[in-house]
């Protein structure tokens, strides 16, 4: 089976662009989660999905980030307009709630912000 | 908030030697997740324990909800184990976000 799959694995930007990050979760699966990871704050939730539905995005840094899951196999964050203090590793996950939601994540993407 | 604390911070093994991994959490949780943190950034699943132990191979793992700790045994240690090894947990009535600890960074050297 196709772990989560993440696109692209390598984000190089210049500050104020916009960048896309993309997710496919692994099929049948009904919650989705987007993290990110940085030496100075570790591995911290963004937001979470539960059947395409938004559940917590207390952990968006600010308006410049959003996500959204328009069908069960895809979903997406945007930062417009990009900051170089957004590098970071980005992480999608996904689980199951009938699996007791063991977690399981992507290869994740690689965003520079110039 | 919910605090995650990892010992230690870092590990340097001999290849073949024995180790454990500790992770202290301040609340009670739903789920604890280990995870290692390979060389090229992937993070592998270890284990789901939110109590009890578990073996799969060479590794080990017992989660002791009531006294809120989890250990990771690594056993004859080989140098693919370097990495970061985190452990995850989620909170009880708080949704299904995992909290991560800072890690513990292994390295096997041959």
């Known amino acids: 089976d196709a772990g989560v799959i993440q696109s692209p694995r390598h984000e190089v930007t210049e500050m104020g662009q916009e960048v896309t990050l993309r997710c496919k979760p692994i099929?049948?699966?009904?919650?989705l989660f987007w993290y990110r990871q940085t030496m100075m704050r570790g591995l911290e939730l963004l937001i979470y999905?539960?059947?395409?539905?938004?559940?917590?995005d207390s952990g968006m840094p600010e308006d410049r980030f959003s996500a959204k899951m328009p069908n069960a196999s895809f979903s997406t964050l945007k930062i417009q307009p990009s900051e170089p203090r957004d590098s970071a590793v980005y992480f999608c996950?996904?689980?199951?709630?009938?699996?007791?939601?063991?977690?399981?994540f992507g290869p994740g993407t690689r965003l520079t912000v110039l | 908030g919910i605090q995650v604390e990892q010992s230690p911070p870092d590990l340097i093994l001999q290849e073949g030697a024995n180790s454990t991994l500790r992770c202290n959490f301040s609340?009670?949780?739903?789920?604890l997740q280990w995870f290692h943190q390979n060389p090229w950034g992937q993070l592998i699943n270890l284990f789901y324990?939110?109590?009890g132990t578990k073996q799969n191979g060479r590794l080990s793992a017992t989660t002791v909800a009531t006294e809120r700790y989890s250990l990771l045994y690594i056993s004859s240690s080989q140098t693919t184990d370097s990495g970061v090894y985190f452990c995850?947990?989620?909170?009880?009535?708080?949704?299904?976000?995992?909290?991560f600890g800072k890690g513990t960074s292994l390295l096997v050297t041959p």
């Open positions: 995850a947990v989620e909170l009880e009535n708080s949704g299904y976000a995992l909290n």
């Open positions: 099929s049948g699966h009904d919650y």
């Open positions: 324990i939110p109590s």
């Open positions: 999905f539960n059947n395409n539905v938004p559940i917590d």
């Open positions: 996950a996904s689980s199951l709630e009938d699996t007791y939601n063991e977690q399981f």
């Open positions: 609340d009670s949780v739903n789920n």
